[in-house]
């Protein structure tokens, strides 16, 4: 999947998944923070975004995984570690 496709499918992701009602894609930028500052997300959204990744790219992210924060930092970390895990 190209890297424009892979950034718009994970935003369409993160509003579908976590019922984001009032953001559209293009709003959402892609080294922006998902947490805290940025989106504002919190630990149950992370929980959620991380089931709808699964079920979405057969991506598992660990939750105890000392990179976990790191991939869930930005749009652009989510999307080069689902990158990371496709098949070539």
Do not use: R, W
């Not at 500052?37 to 089931?51: F, K, V, Y």
């Not at 057969?58 to 689902?82: M, P, R, W, Y």
């Amino acid at each position: 999947m190209a890297h424009t496709e892979l950034n718009l499918a994970v935003k369409k992701l993160i509003i579908e998944s976590l019922d984001l009602e009032d953001i559209s894609p293009e709003e959402i930028i892609d080294d922006e923070p998902l947490f805290i500052d940025g989106l504002g997300l919190d630990s149950i959204d992370a929980l959620e975004l991380g089931l709808a990744i699964k079920k979405q790219y057969g991506v598992k992210i660990d939750a105890n995984s000392e990179g976990t924060k790191q991939h869930f930092a930005s749009v652009a970390s989510l999307c080069a570690f689902i990158a990371s895990h496709e098949p070539a």
